[in-house]
């Protein structure tokens, strides 16, 4: 016969983990996102872009000016967020995709990511490993595409759960493809992304989590058909 506590507690621990997030977490959320475009300080067309629609999103609760922005510290992100392992993941994935709007993530930005790894406690192997590779490799050596796999995969995990953070992901990844650019990381340009959105390297990560994101709000009931 079974002990009724101990199936609760059996079926209980076999539900999965879906982190919810508090008005704090969300606007420590996008501070820090806008704290990483602006980190290398070259403000690209892409991530002005960006920085209108976090600025003006409903997620956010107010409206706020650049020159009025002001970043927030590794230490202050890490209070806001808590210690929950899940969302300082999920905070850090759309940080490097953030640093990669423009097609460079440069060491700038990577430093002050490092920072919030540490100051959340989190380790991230897919960039460790890719900053480790490209700076043991010689300075004119051509990397090949698959470089990225680890950084696709570690991105490829991140779950949808969260109705602000669904709106905030459709409305910062664009519906149509990108243009054409080169890719740099770490300051050494990796390849060059064609207008061909089929081989963009990041592209099937960034509509994967696009279409998660509609998926759910239309789940939830919400008319997506403003992200079509």
Known sequence: MPIPALTAYTELSMKTYHPQYTQAQISAWLRGLISVALADNDYSSQERQLFEQISHSDEWGEEFAISTFEPISAQELAQSLGNDHAIGQNFLRMAVMMALADGKYTDTEDSLIQEFCKALDQEVPAIDDLRQKLKSAPHHQQHHPNLLEPVKEWLDHMDIHDSRLANLI??????????????????????????????????????GLRFRSMSYLADKGEDVSKYC
């Open 170 to 207: 459709c409305k910062v990844i664009p519906a149509q493809c990108p243009f054409e650019r080169d890719v740099f990381l770490f300051g050494r340009k990796i390849m060059h992304i064609p207008a061909m959105c089929e081989i963009n390297p990041l592209y099937d990560q960034l509509v």
